[in-house]
């Protein structure tokens, strides 16, 4: 059931009496597509990323007080920390679907406040409120491995025939075949890299019409866009090529190092896509961290990582089938060997 009508009634009398907000969105597609949404309905206002960061923390405060919003929209951000809520001056609205957290001073809109098994993506919930920019939406959705109901795929489907096949009935397969798949890892590679680097993409993308514009580069903006995918695209397939996957083994660990660009969750996502039956292990390292991806179909990934950690130094969480973790690089074979011992 997740938000239910009223609050939907009440998402939508916000953005539409909201002039200048900030928005503040977690740097991965939901985020970004929650925001687009909301940036194109009221047309004005301030995006801002997050990056690399569960915790939105008090630091960010000032440059959001800075612009003096009339509201300040966060979306898809899993925890928010109360200093940060009591140092913003203006009113706060917080669009999430990860774990409830109990704040004060922010009204809450989270599906798993009504129906704890409803964690639907935040983008989902944007576009229910404001059912506009049906492909940006999908983006968001399919991007956190969802589908949404018939009713909005047969829409898409109608709109952007060549996108999503009908024969498709798993987000997985969406993901990793199909052009709205595509679209996403666009999508998602524009996400990384500089900050300053980052907002571009951002702003160029809240330009963006329609799909086709990115797709089949029909506008500067999209080819700004595909260009930016491109060129991280070749790193992304080199490290592909570099996997390793012993058909017997049920952990596949892969340590891959790129210094600028992330992409533990692309290829955590894919390897589980292409060996479900296994517990997949991205690591990459990040100021002197190892930064673990983690994934798996059956196993429950929370249980797993919290035992792991254990005796290690380190720490981590997050879904069922997709997870972090964040270790120590001299505890890293230890903690390798606690996942083991539980397979
Ligand atoms: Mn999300």
């Given at each position: ?27 991965d597609a939901d ?108 983006t968001g959705?399919?991007g ?40 996403i890892?666009?999508i998602s ?155």
């Open positions: 059931m997740g938000l239910k009508e009223p609050q939907l009634n009440e998402l939508k009398q916000i953005f539409d009496g909201t002039h200048r907000p900030v928005i503040l969105f977690d740097d985020g970004l597509a929650s925001f687009l949404m909301i940036y194109k309905h009221i047309g004005e206002g301030k995006g801002m990323p997050v990056k690399n960061a569960p915790e939105l923390g008090s630091e960010l405060a000032q440059k959001v007080n800075d612009y003096s919003p009339d509201t300040v929209i966060i979306a898809d951000i899993p925890i928010v920390s109360q200093e940060f809520i009591n140092k913003v001056s203006s009113k706060i609205i917080w669009i999430d679907h990860h774990p409830i957290v109990e704040r004060k001073g922010v009204e809450y809109y989270n599906p798993r406040v009504n129906d704890a098994s409803d964690n639907r993506p935040t983008s989902y919930w944007i576009y229910k409120v404001l059912k506009e920019n049906l492909w940006i939406a999908m959705i399919i956190d491995w969802f589908l949404p109901e018939q009713e909005i795929l047969d829409d898409f489907r109608t709109k952007y025939p060549d996108l999503l096949s009908p024969d498709i009935t798993k987000p997985e397969v969406a993901l990793h075949d199909s052009k709205i798949g595509e679209l890892q666009i590679f524009n996400l990384k890299g500089k900050a300053y680097d980052v907002m571009k993409s951002v702003k160029v993308m809240t330009r963006v019409r329609e799909p086709s514009e990115i797709l089949e580069q029909k506008t500067a903006g999209g080819r700004f866009i595909y260009k930016k995918y491109f060129k991280l695209k070749e790193k992304y397939d080199a490290l592909v090529k570099q996997i390793k996957v012993a058909p017997h083994d049920k952990l596949v660990v892969f340590h891959y190092d790129s210094p600028d660009y992330s992409f533990s969750a692309e290829l955590s996502n894919e390897l589980i896509y292409k060996h479900p039956d296994k517990v997949i292990l991205v690591v990459w390292e990040y100021n002197g961290e190892y930064k673990c991806s983690l994934r798996s179909t059956k196993v429950k990934l929370p249980q797993l990582i919290e035992k792991a950690l254990q005796n290690v130094n380190g720490y981590g969480g997050g879904h069922d089938h997709a997870a972090g973790a964040c270790v120590k690089i001299a505890d890293f074979d230890i903690f390798v060997e606690n996942i083991r011992k539980q397979l």
